[in-house]
């Protein structure tokens, strides 16, 4: 049969309406292919649907595909950038995943990491208006506003010394709540009761530090301190501090053992930190105590100590010093300052805290999620020679081999060999590679495999301060760096780092495979792309990275580089060296979200 064909007066109106919809659709569709063709749209847009395809966490075989396609160099654009408002991003302290955890001893402001296939693979932008960093030591003093522009502190803390904005600067005049006028002064004053200067006390730790004016200026002493402070109503306050070229960490005194290793600090300072020391049986007091080398210094400034309303709490916290056979050497206004016994402590006698000493099972320098002990930890569990008056006054600590680097078979030697080793290979750096350490450009430097801190005592004569990372699963050498006036703390790297961006300017790693590596396995328990999406987010823009492997590792490192953005060479090793060892040595891009990505 033929079609009917009827006049078009006489067409059903559902005819029409059909029609209508089927033209529309039609001109609809060619409109918005001129816009995508044609205008910023169609960038944003596209845009916008690579960053679903990186960010999206739904799909975790997506992600291996993507990682894969990155590690063999068949991904050729360059890894995303992250969103504009993931500038200060820390994967592990994300207040919105925190804040749904329990409050139980600070336990949501502790770590807390995603897993490997929820975090985002995506490249951590610089905020607008983001400067290279102010140089040492001029940064002490100030640094750009614009590359944190965050106020809060310098809103609410100003009067009291802590920071203030200065046009285009944040400036530091060395203040903290409990020494308005300057740390200076301050520290003149803890001078008159223990022996700041001449060498004695090289390794300090700063809890709840503020933007670390405190460690700052302990830096002219020759004292090397470790601040550190969390993730807090104090908004930036790491970021601050290592943005000023002082050492820094984000970290919560909580429900789990600092990860630094037993006896590692000659001088432990708390000033309004606000640690409730005698709480869950004097517990937190207990972990500080793990820490402080026997001869060591406590100073607590602030509350509890002589301070209105908290008269008990004061009394408690006397009486655990007590318990543990410090020495009172002063209480001077709203500071105290005690001193730990050179020997093992008066335990085990009659409390009312209940302290006991720890048994032999426990390895008072395992410290990576370890949940905090209500035990003392014995001094006679560390073997060797480690008191103050024991070891040698720094700088004689850094080049003589400490008693616990027999923690590895042979272990006196091999600091020896590891000392002389590190010598070489960093005059090699910087005569052969260029690397411009020693120069201003380089200021906060990272050791992600630090074994017994050579690369850092290499670099004794240079304007830096290198934090030393032991990976947890290798042996615990961090005892031994520590010991001859080194800092450091212990971390795995298929977890992100406890850092805000952009605080490094010089990285380094020998042996990066090993680090994902089960050890004694070739099976890996994370991934290289995943680890150095990681190693840019803590790089500064402009900032360096200097790898060691074998050629096969290095090959695979210099097509990853690629995706990261950074530009990079591929050296050989020095000519004394011996083993199959290739350097790359590459350089963080500066570049900048678009406005299509913001």
Not at 274 to 285: K, S, V, W
């Amino acid at each position: 049969m033929g079609h009917l064909n009827l006049p078009a007066s006489k067409r059903n109106p559902r005819q029409w309406k059909l029609l209508d919809i089927v033209s529309a659709v039609f001109f609809g569709l060619v409109l918005l292919f001129f816009l995508l063709v044609f205008t910023p749209l169609g960038d944003s847009l596209a845009a916008s649907g690579r960053q679903a395809l990186l960010l999206s966490t739904s799909d975790p075989g997506q992600r291996h595909r993507l990682v894969a396609l990155v590690e063999l160099g068949h991904h050729h654009q360059p890894i995303e950038a992250c969103p504009a408002d993931s500038v200060d991003h820390m994967p592990c302290e994300d207040p919105r995943r925190n804040s749904q955890l329990s409050r139980e001893m600070n336990f949501y402001r502790e770590r807390h990491c995603p897993l490997p296939d929820e975090v985002p693979l995506c490249l951590i932008p610089p905020p607008l208006g983001y400067k290279i960093p102010i140089q040492w030591p001029e940064s002490l003093h100030k640094i750009w506003h614009s590359n944190m522009p965050h106020n809060k502190i310098a809103d609410r803390k100003g009067h009291q010394g802590w920071m203030k904005e200065q046009g285009p600067y944040f400036i530091f005049p060395g203040g903290g709540t409990m020494f308005p006028d300057g740390a200076a002064p301050y520290i003149e004053k803890l001078g008159q009761y223990i022996p700041i200067s001449g060498g004695t006390l090289r390794t300090a730790l700063d809890m709840g530090c503020g933007v670390a004016s405190f460690g700052g200026s302990l830096l002219s002493e020759g004292i090397l301190t470790v601040s550190f402070a969390p993730r807090d109503s104090h908004k930036a306050q790491i970021q601050f501090a290592l943005e000023r070229g002082v050492p820094a960490f984000v970290l919560m005194l909580g429900t789990r053992r600092l990860p630094f290793p037993a006896f590692a600090f000659d001088f432990i300072h708390c000033s309004r930190c606000l640690i409730p020391f005698t709480a869950y049986n004097a517990t937190y007091f207990i972990e500080v105590d793990r820490l402080l080398r026997p001869g060591g210094y406590l100073v607590i400034s602030g509350p509890p100590v002589q301070w209105p309303k908290q008269d008990k709490e004061w009394a408690d916290l006397q009486a655990v010093a007590r318990a543990l056979c410090y020495e009172l050497i002063a209480v001077d206004g709203n500071t105290v300052i005690w001193k730990k016994p050179d020997g093992d402590s008066c335990l085990p006698n009659q409390n009312e805290f209940g302290l006991e000493l720890c048994d032999q099972s426990n390895d008072p320098s395992n410290a990576w999620y370890f949940k905090l002990k209500r035990c003392v930890t014995s001094i006679s569990s560390v073997k060797g020679e480690y008191a103050i008056g024991t070891i040698p006054k720094w700088t004689d600590r850094l080049t003589r081999a400490p008693s616990r680097a027999l923690v590895i078979k042979n272990g006196i030697d091999l600091f020896e060999a590891d000392t002389r080793r590190w010598a070489r290979r960093v005059a090699y750096y910087k005569n052969s590679l260029n690397v411009k350490l020693g120069t201003p450009a380089i200021r906060n430097v990272m050791d992600m495999n630090a074994f017994f801190g050579g690369f850092a005592a290499a670099l004794k004569s240079d304007p830096v301060w290198v934090m030393n990372v032991v990976p947890a699963r290798k042996p615990l050498t961090l005892g031994v760096i520590y010991d001859r006036g080194l800092i450091g703390v212990y971390h795995d790297w298929c977890e992100p780092f406890s850092t805000y961006p952009r605080t490094y300017d010089l990285i380094h790693v020998a042996g990066i495979e090993s680090l994902i590596k089960l050890p004694g396995s070739s099976k890996s328990r994370c991934n290289l792309v995943d680890l150095m999406v990681e190693i840019d987010r803590m790089l500064r823009p402009e900032g360096t990275v200097v790898i060691r492997d074998s050629p096969e590792v290095i090959d695979k490192v210099a097509r990853i580089a690629h995706a990261v953005r950074w530009t990079a060479t591929i050296n050989d090793k020095e000519p004394e060296s011996h083993g199959r060892e290739k350097i790359l040595v590459a350089t963080k891009t500066f570049w900048q979200l678009t406005s299509a990505s913001q």
